[in-house]
Each structure stands twice: as structure tokens, then as C-alpha cells.
């Protein structure tokens, strides 16, 4: 398989230097993954690329608006199905795929592994020890986690899976898979220790926590840090070891250790 890398012109603060559109060729069979927002120069550049190759689908790993919203689009250009777990904002798959499903193309075959966890509708694709990772990993940044418990489940079987390459959604590829997965799980066992050794000290609301555990960050970074904290209290809460009642304003959260 040879794997090209576009860049989408679209940078910030949550998609770093861009999204990654990866488009791979298995004997001049070609699968498009993650074509991202609706611009029209990507568009052209992906179309460009692609030239008189077999087109067998787009893919998208997840339906967040910085990676999804484009595949229709270019589906129905190419005449090929716009694939995907599930219809979301900007996207409506012609092809539902989920775990365990397969496409094949050239001589090679993609395997869908459901990802949930950055969000509930994340996929990743396996192809022979390369994955396609879209923001369940990213290259040189942490992830945004909607469900931490899940997040940590799809992480943790990852280590069974013999990987030699990754192909994130965001940043370089990555070249050394499972030390990078290994420690991805350890940033977050770290960090659910001190948000628990706060809980203990007594801090008592999401805001309490984030002013305890990240003091090292500047306070206009805090709201993004109580939305991660927010996920891990209620990892905490799966596990059986808090009470969380929350607010309307997450920041407010109150948090109670259970002490049996
Ligand atoms: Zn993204």
C-alpha cells in the first residue's frame, strides 16, 4: 500500500497544522480518509490526486465538522459511497460500516475497528500494521475526550494489535505506535491520580480541581482543562469511586469522594 498526505488548509487551535486527508493505493485502487471541512481548493487538490485511479469510497473516521463535512460532496463527485459508523452534522453516510467490518481495495483490505471515546462515532482503520487513527491519537497534541471510560477501553486493546505506523487525523505520523499508545494511557492514569488526590484534599467542584491540579497553565486555557477534568470525574463515577452532580456550567460540578 503507498499512503499520500494533503494537508487541509484549515489550522487552529484544534486542528494544529490542519487535517490530514490520507489517500491510499493498493495496485491503483485508491480509498480516501478523512477529506475534512468543505474547501474547495482541498477538494481539487484531493480530485487532482486521486487523477484516473479507481476511487472504491471516502471514508471518514469520525463527524466532527473539521473532518467530515466534505465527504458527501466528494463522494457524489467521484461517484463512489461516502462511508462512515453514522450520520452526524454535515454527514450522511451512503455505507454504514462498524466493528470488525472489512473493504477491500487493490490487493489489500481495510479493517474498521469502532473507536468510541474522542467521540461516539469514531472509527479507526487497520491495514495490514498500519492504522488510521483520526483524533483517537494524534500526532504531538492531546485529545479532546468526550467519553473517557471507552476512550481508555479502545486504548488499551490497541496494545494487542500489531502496529508499526500510525496515520493521525492531526500532525506527523507516528512511527513508534505502542510506545505512543503506552503512553497516552499513562498521561491519563496520571492524571485521573491527581484529580483523585485533589478530590481527597478536599477540592470539591470541577473548577476547585482544575485550579489544584493544573496551576501550571494559564487560567484562559482552564475552561478547556474542566472539560477534561469533566470526563475524567465521570471515568471516576463509572468506577464507582465519586458522586457528581453537575451544573449547568460545568465549572460548578460538585464532586464527592465515596468513602466505603
Ligand atoms: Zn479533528
New binding site residues.
Given amino acids: 500500500m503507498e499512503v499520500t498526505h494533503l494537508l487541509a488548509p484549515n489550522p487552529g487551535p ?2 494544529g497544522p490542519g ?1 490530514n486527508t490520507w489517500i491510499l493505493d493498493s495496485d491503483g485502487d485508491v480509498v480516501i480518509v478523512d477529506p475534512g471541512e468543505i474547501i474547495d481548493s482541498h477538494a481539487e487538490r484531493i480530485v487532482a490526486e486521486v487523477g484516473g485511479r479507481t476511487v472504491t469510497g471516502v471514508l471518514v473516521t ?1 463527524t ?1 465538522v ?2 467530515a463535512p466534505l465527504a458527501n460532496p466528494l463522494a457524489g463527485d467521484l461517484d463512489v459511497p461516502a462511508i462512515g459508523y453514522a450520520p452526524g452534522p454535515m454527514f450522511e453516510p451512503d455505507l454504514r460500516v462498524g466493528e470488525g467490518d472489512t473493504i477491500a481495495f487493490g490487493s489489500e483490505t481495510l479493517t474498521v475497528l469502532h473507536t468510541p471515546g474522542h467521540a461516539d462515532d469514531h472509527l479507526c482503520f487497520v491495514v495490514g500494521t498500519e492504522m488510521f487513527t ?2 483517537h491519537i ?1 500526532g504531538g497534541s492531546t485529545v479532546m475526550i468526550q467519553d473517557l471510560s471507552a476512550y481508555m477501553t479502545q486504548l488499551e486493546r490497541m496494545r494487542d494489535i500489531v502496529l508499526t505506523r500510525l496515520f493521525p ?2 500532525g506527523p505520523t507516528i512511527e513508534n505506535p505502542h510506545e505512543v499508545i503506552d503512553h497516552y494511557i499513562d498521561h491519563r492514569r496520571e492524571r485521573e491520580e491527581q484529580i483523585l488526590g485533589a478530590i481527597r484534599a478536599g477540592r470539591g467542584t470541577v473548577g476547585d480541581i482544575v485550579q489544584l491540579v493544573y496551576s501550571d497553565v494559564g487560567t484562559e486555557l482552564h475552561p478547556l482543562a474542566a472539560f477534561s477534568v469533566g470526563a475524567h470525574v465521570r471515568k471516576l463515577v463509572d468506577d464507582g469511586k465519586v458522586e457528581f452532580s453537575e451544573t449547568e456550567d460545568l465549572w460548578d460540578g460538585i464532586v464527592h469522594l465515596i468513602t466505603t
Fill in positions: 484544534y486542528t487535517t469520525h466532527h473539521d473532518h483520526g483524533d494524534m487525523g492531526h
